[in-house]
């Protein structure tokens, strides 16, 4: 067989259908948290811990990391570790109060901040398109939390939670933009996920939740569906396409949850509700593509970036 001859048709396919099923796994996240029968961020401690020792696994397969373990690196680690974990649990928490369209949205609203982060951290004014992008999100924002308003301050309440969590989200990502090139992705992500496991237990049973499920399914189709699936579909098709495809390929993520949300609990969108969602998922787009074409933007792990979501 000629090894520089084209793949076969069937194989074409397999990148694709990786994006997209990684984004329908994903998606049905905040799904799945509703169905849990433990609380809200106890569903994220059952995220992680199952997902834990398979991700271990995923980081043994990368061998010895590049450099030693320093106790600089090890704390980065760690508070890396803490922010994800306070972002699952602000977005968990946020789901149980919005819509889940609106929750899958705001929860990824991790790209736009990160692009203004580095307007700070790179001392410049944004582009024509990182404009674009600002003021389409903050047009939607303003939409979407508009309309919860209307509905009830719970539902406001669960926006702001999920645009917490997209703020959690992007200190997480900006603390360990530099740590990923010693340690390797799946080792950075296990490491990390095992520093977020105790924070997680810890707050549940702060606030009171139950932890110990009745049910499993709910929590066992979490762990595997978001953190193993979403996230090792994303990282193998993100090798095979550019940041737009990738970035428009995330607005099926607030859609599948829109649809889970109607057919599961009955919400509804209005039309105006449709053009606030659209014009944040535009945002996430332009900021996507604008933060993977800058020579000067910071380095952030695939692994990471492709998230619950995108987490």
Known sequence: MNPSAPPAPRHRFLPLAALLIGNAALALG?????LADTGPVSAGFWRLTLALPFLL???????????????AMMLTVIAGGVF???DLAAWHVGIGYTRLGNAALFGNSGSVILMIWGFIAWRRWPRPKEGLAIFAALTGAAILLGRSFEVSAQTLQGDLFCLLAGLFYAGYLIILK????????????SWATAAGVPVLLAAALLAGEPVWPQSWGPVVALAFSSQLVGQGLLVYAMRHFTPLAIGLALLSQPAIAALAGWLAFGETLGAIDVAGMLLLGMALVIARVARESTPAAPAVNPVLTSGRRDE
């Open 57 to 71: 696994l995923l980081a043994r397969r990368e061998g010895p990391p590049a450099v030693p373990m320093t106790r």
């Open 30 to 34: 905040p799904w799945l948290v509703r």
């Open 84 to 86: 994800f974990a306070l």
């Open 178 to 189: 530099d740590a990923r090139r010693g340690l390797g992705s799946w080792r950075l992500l």
